[in-house]
């Protein structure tokens, strides 16, 4: 008897510790910039950098930007007019947000390799009716005007994932763009 209540105890005491290493908090800090001009403008990054970040972040949107079987749907999630026709390299047609901006993490301050910019780059998307942002992968990155942009460390370590075309039935069992993050998930 005394044994089976010592192996409770070990497995909740595990339990607590595993509990206790998880954050909700985002740790990875970064700036969002709309256009290259606007980065240029900035001192975060070097002038070169600016350029190709933002060339990479269009690039993996075409990859990874949410996508939705038709303009409505898409409406729904991100706003009006908020959406675009698109086309995929397998020609599938869908339509997709338009990025609210780039998510260029810290790591950039320094960066020289067209990899560190490929992987410290996430196109950000708001969420219709609120004013918070998050990566195609669902990695909360901030809310508009709060001047503060931070994210997970997953969200630019983890490669984005190509886009599968969302249906009506995918979005409601999803919950919406975002719900994900909002809810404490951190990433997909």
């Given amino acids: 008897m005394k044994r089976s209540k010592s192996i409770k105890l070990m497995v909740m005491a595990t339990t607590t510790v595993t509990i206790a290493g998880c954050s909700d908090e985002p740790t990875l800090d970064g700036k969002v910039y709309k256009t290259e001009a606007e980065c240029v ?24 930007g949410p996508r939705y079987e038709n303009v409505q749907l898409c409406n729904e999630q991100h706003g009006n007019n ?26 950039l301050t320094g960066a020289v390799t067209n990899q560190l910019i490929q992987s410290n780059v996430r196109p950000i998307y708001s969420e219709r009716g609120s004013t918070r942002y998050y990566t195609s992968g669902g990695y909360y990155v901030g809310s508009y005007g709060g001047g ?41």
């Fill in 82 to 107: 908020a959406c675009a026709y698109d086309t995929a390299s397998d020609g599938t047609s869908y339509y997709t947000p338009f990025p609210a901006g780039y998510f260029l993490a810290g790591a």
């Fill in 148 to 188: 503060s942009w931070r994210t997970y460390d997953d969200a630019v370590k983890t490669p984005p994932k190509p886009a599968q075309v969302q249906t009506r039935t995918s979005v409601a069992s999803r919950g919406g763009f975002g719900s994900r993050s909002s809810s404490g998930f951190r990433g997909g």
């Fill in 41 to 64: 403008a900035d001192s975060y990054v070097p002038d070169e950098v600016c350029v190709e970040a933002i060339t990479a972040g269009k690039a993996i949107h075409k990859v990874s």
